[in-house]
């Protein structure tokens, strides 16, 4: 029997990858897989906890975020396109325009 | 009737602020400006003599006559209040004849003499300005309004010495006057400040207004130190107003404004504050000996000392200056005596012949293209005959000869010096005649220098100017004429009871300021005596100044070669004390405020400060600005730390 801790624990896990992720590597399209796992990991306590509680509005939320998911690697896509274009690299190290 | 009181301030108001926008905007011709500015004044003349006319009827029904009129509630603090009131009493109504009537007169020269300037809106205006300001000092019911009556009057002072202002010299003459006048200022303000802590002490509820100050000093509630403050405090202002020693110096240097100017506020009306002042305050300084005394030997000293440097002057302006300056001593000599009757009577009868030879000065400028130097003078009789006859008839006023309004004033004072009430004046009044005698000597020997070396003996200015000279228009004769006739027959308003007259200007203000000098010491022969010896005397100076000047033109040279120069070049150059106020305070002053408070204040902690803060920002910025590096990565594990911390103390808590 697969319990809630055992699925928040999964959560947990997919979380801090996708954050470590997000913190070390340099491509960015790498980045943006990982900022996706981290919604992922997200969407799986929603439907963790709605299975607990037995009900059906964490369900509703997964698809929001799913939603908004797609979005936000349809306008990331668009980004890394237009850096690629400008920069001919999608390493973030080479972006650095926005430095104080 | 005392509806219609503010209409007599407000009115030139009205004007400054009309003319103002045509100065402004240049949307009015010439003669419009004339119109406005002289029509607000003679307005004004005419309420100012309906005021009178009331104030006789009630004089006439018995009791003091006294006009009030409260407009509203100007400044209420607590139990402190002031009200934008307007107080008329038989002195004010003297004053307001002499301002509205006076300067209607010059308004009229002013069209005249200002005819050919450019900036001939912004003259009227300001002069309108003054003669409203001139009015609230004169009505004010109380002494704060009084006092912004004082500084407007300052104000406008300035305004118009510094008319011409892109002369620099004329520029540096109205600040001048403005300074020294602050100083004054000052001490008039501290005067009002030691009154009202004095009476708040004796836990009256403070009041400034004239009416309520008599009743509280007349029931002895302030104690005499107090009350000899208070009035030394307010001499000084006075002696800032009026040009007395030690702040003078600035009058002598404000004939750099248009002559007109001189005559309205140098010599009849702004000048003449102080001496108003004082007898509006009556009540006040009678409880003061000390400072009584000071008032008549300071008014003494400077009719003295001014009279000697007039002496030697050749600008006609500047000898005319010390002489008003010598006049106004005569002014505080009497109201420091006590006899405020006389002060006053001498202030309006110089208002007459002053400002009559003030206009003619201007007249002479104005026929001589501007020049001013009686060196380059001479003749002039001839050829502006309505000039000189005015002016002579003026001087003759201001000499005392008998019979002319000046004679009548002086001889007022100088009697009253002779007869000092030993109760009001602490030093002997023998020496005050005597200084005033030889101050009035001095006079006419210097207004009959003036005289013979402008108008008399031959033209020495050559031949180009000669053609230009030219006698004035009518609307600057027609008030010579006027002002010089009141010199001669103005007298006619006091005649001494010497001379079976019946003093009617000493019994109309016996109430709003009562004489106490007249304690009848001298015998009458004895009076009459002296009165026929200093007539002997001035026709000898008359006489030695003709001698002098025309006869034997060498004498003057000789006879400062004689006396070894020193004194001559003490009198010519004005003793010096310009340049001794220049080194002993104008240049400490420019050092300290260039180098301690320029230097150090302003630079180092002023500047300093700010720009401390300013550096204080840059760095900060500067080692905050490294944090964003501009890494997507590095913000991204910001967040995580951030986050990560939050976490950690909600868990910890």
Known sequence: MVSTSHLLILSAVLFALGMAGVVIRRNVIIVMMCIELMLNAVNVSFVAFARQLGSIDGHIIVFFVMAVAAAEAGVGLALVIAMFRHKSTVNLDHVNLMKG | MEKYLWAIPLLPLLGAGINGFGALTGALSRRAVNIIACTVVGIAFVLACLVNWELAQQAGHGGAPQLVSTWFEWIAAGSFSVDAALLVDPLAGVMLLVVTGVGFLIHVYSTGYMAHDPAYARYFAF??????????????????????????????????????????????????????????????????????????????????????????????????????????????????????????????????????????????????????????????????PLAMTVVACVGAATALYAATIGLTQFDIKKVLAYSTVSQLGYMFLAVGLGAFSAGIFHLVTHAFFKACLFLGSGAVIHAMGGEQDIRRMGGLRAKIPYTYWTFLLATIAIAGV????????????????????????????????????????????????????????????????????????????????????????????????????????????????????????????????????????????????????????????????????????????????????????????????????????????????????????????????????????????????????????????
Request: aromatic fraction near 12%.
């Open chain 2, 127 to 288: 002069i309108n300005l003054f003669t409203f300001a001139m009015l609230l000092l004169v009505m004010g019911e109380n002494l704060v309004l009084m006092f912004v009556g004082w500084e407007g009057v300052g104000l406008c002072s300035y305004l118009l010495i510094g008319f011409w202002f892109t002369d620099t010299e004329k520029a540096y003459a109205g600040k001048k006057a403005f300074v020294v006048n602050r100083v004054g200022d000052f001490g008039f303000l501290l005067g009002l400040f030691v009154l009202y802590w004095g009476l708040k002490e004796q836990g009256i509820d403070a009041t400034l207004s004239i009416v309520g100050l008599r009743e509280i000093v007349g029931a002895n509630a302030i104690s005499g130190a107090v009350i000899t403050t208070v009035c030394l405090l307010l001499f000084v202002g006075a002696t800032g107003k009026s040009a007395q020693i030690p702040l003078y110096v600035w009058l002598p240097d404000a004939m750099a404004g248009p002559t007109p100017v001189s005559a309205l506020i140098h010599a009849a009306t702004m000048v003449t504050a102080g001496v108003y002042m004082i007898s509006r305050l009556s009540f006040l300084y009678l409880q003061s």
């Open chain 2, 402 to 653: 008998f019979g002319t309004s000046g004679f009548m004033s002086k001889d007022e004072i100088l009697a009253a010096a002779l007869a000092a009430n030993p109760d009001y004046t602490l030093v002997p009044g023998w020496l005050l005649y005597s200084i005033g005698t030889l101050g009035a000597l001095l006079t006419t020997f210097y207004m009959f220098r003036l005289v013979f070396l402008t108008f008399f003996g031959d033209f020495r200015g050559g031949k180009d100017l000669e053609h230009h000279v030219h006698e004035s228009p009518w609307s600057m004769v027609v008030p010579l004429i006027v002002l010089a006739a009141l010199s001669i027959v103005g007298g006619l308003m006091n005649v001494p009871e010497i001379l079976h007259g019946d003093e009617r200007l000493h019994h109309w203000l016996s109430g709003a300021a009562p004489s106490v000098a007249r304690v009848d010491v001298v015998g009458h022969g004895a009076e009459i005596g002296l009165m026929v010896a200093l007539q002997v005397l001035i026709l000898g100076t008359i006489a030695l100044a003709y001698r002098m000047y025309l006869k034997s033109p060498a004498i003057p040279q000789r006879a400062a070669k004689v006396l070894g120069g020193v004194p001559y070049r003490l009198s010519y150059h004005k003793y010096y004390v310009d340049e001794i106020y220049d080194t002993l305070i104008v240049r400490p002053l420019h050092s300290i405020s260039r180098v301690f408070l320029w230097g150090n204040v302003d630079v180092k902690i002023v500047d300093g400060s700010i720009n401390g803060m300013a550096r204080v920002v840059r760095y900060a910025s500067d080692l905050l600005g490294r944090l964003q590096t501009g890494q997507l990565n590095g913000y991204a594990f910001s967040i995580v730390v951030g986050m990560v911390a939050i976490l950690a103390y909600v868990a910890v808590k």
